[in-house]
């Protein structure tokens, strides 16, 4: 099957998208949903360098989780990740303006 699919292969990378499912029994994991690829990523984190309580308050946040990913070799589609990092992004009414970026540009 190895010819059709290609062989797994493992790299430090990044997987970005909408946190949108937590498991926690057995093996800690969570679910990116990748809006590239329009395909969900499993994470796991079985280290103790993220939090089961900041994985959930970043339920359907954008998120950004690093580590070692698993891809197929010749699609490079993203199966699953060890998370060693974990990074959520601002809700965009966090974010500042086009005018207050620019205010605040002007003023240096």
């Not at 099957?1 to 093996?27: A, K, N, P, Q, W």
């Not at 698993?70 to 966090?94: M, Y």
């Amino acid at each position: 099957m190895d010819h059709i699919f290609g062989l797994i292969v493992e790299s430090y990378g990044t997987v970005e998208g909408t946190l949108e499912g937590v498991l926690t029994h057995g093996r800690r994991r969570f679910f990116v949903y990748d809006a590239l690829s329009g395909r969900q990523v499993r994470c796991h984190f079985d280290n103790m360098a993220i939090r089961t309580d900041d994985v959930l308050a970043a339920f359907e946040r954008r998120v950004a989780v690093g580590g070692i990913v698993r891809s197929k070799q010749f699609t490079g589609e993203k199966i699953s990740i060890e998370a060693k990092e974990f990074n959520v992004f601002p809700r965009d009414r966090e974010l500042l303006s086009l005018s207050e970026i620019h205010d605040l540009w002007s003023r240096q």
